[in-house]
């Protein structure tokens, strides 16, 4: 019933990536997703560093839509949801999120990667969620 809505997303599918006790200068690939599809949201959340100084990569078909640090994030003052759709939280816990939703869904043909470059010392573990549809 829901593939006949207009408009509406068919087949969520939640990948996810995880690394641990990340090199410091080091980008690892946490989601790769052959096409074509949708990209919908994602959310990574870091452990450990302290200088914030984690890259997020969001490349769409060999585009790059998002390659933004932890800290740039916190610097412009995107602690917030937003029309921009990106946005980073730091919980009680000394974890930082960074989430990435867009007011309308990104396609891509061939390929959606998700990476991470770290340029911290101390990162314990970077777990990333991405929602991507058909």
Do not use: C, H
Request: charged fraction near 10%.
């Amino acid at each position: 019933m829901a593939s006949s809505l207009i408009g509406a997303v068919v087949n969520p599918v939640r990948n996810q990536g995880l690394v641990n006790n990340v090199a410091v200068n080091s980008t690892k690939e946490l989601v790769k997703v052959k096409g074509p599809g949708l990209f919908l949201s994602a959310e990574i959340t870091k452990q450990g560093g302290n200088s914030d100084l984690t890259f997020i990569i969001l490349d769409i078909d060999g585009q790059n839509v998002v390659n933004i640090s932890v800290a740039a994030l916190f610097n412009q003052g995107l602690t917030s949801a937003n029309s921009y759709g990106i946005s980073v939280f730091r919980s009680g816990a000394a974890l930082e999120t960074v989430t990435i939703g867009f007011p309308y869904p990104l396609t891509f043909n061939k390929l959606l990667s998700l990476k991470v470059t770290v340029n911290e010392p101390g990162v314990v573990q970077i777990l990333a969620n991405v929602i991507t549809a058909s």
